[in-house]
């Protein structure tokens, strides 16, 4: 079973940016198509950004605008999400995990708050 570890998160203010980090153990990240997911408080959790196993394929929510990028280190068998322009509506617990069900355990999320 895959084991993730997300970090990276914190507070900042409208319009700050974040550099998020998803590490993997016990498999192998560029063997699965990957991405990271969000949840605010009373609401489900949401896809935020998707990787193909090759790399090549990316897909962002439409609340992304252009705003987050998706990258990964295979040597390092870790995941990024680089948070820029944030906005209130970003605060959220965000976690990385398989693309689609079935999912990997879900690990303990990094917490990004976003401030006026």
């Known amino acids: 079973q895959v084991q993730l570890v997300e970090s990276g998160g914190g507070s900042v203010q409208v319009g700050g940016s974040l550099s998020l980090s998803c590490a993997a153990s016990g498999g192998v990240l560029s063997s699965w198509n990957v991405g990271w997911f969000r949840q605010a408080p009373g609401k489900a959790r949401e896809s935020v950004a998707s990787m193909d196993w090759s790399g090549r394929d990316i897909t962002y929510a439409d609340f992304v605008k252009g705003r987050f990028t998706i990258s990964r280190d295979s040597a390092k068998n870790t995941l990024y999400l680089i948070l820029n322009n944030l906005e209130p509506d970003d605060t959220a617990v965000y976690y990385c995990?398989?693309?689609?069900?079935?999912?990997?355990?879900w690990g303990r999320g990094t917490q990004v708050t976003v401030s006026l």
């Open positions: 995990n398989k693309q689609r069900p079935p999912y990997w355990n």
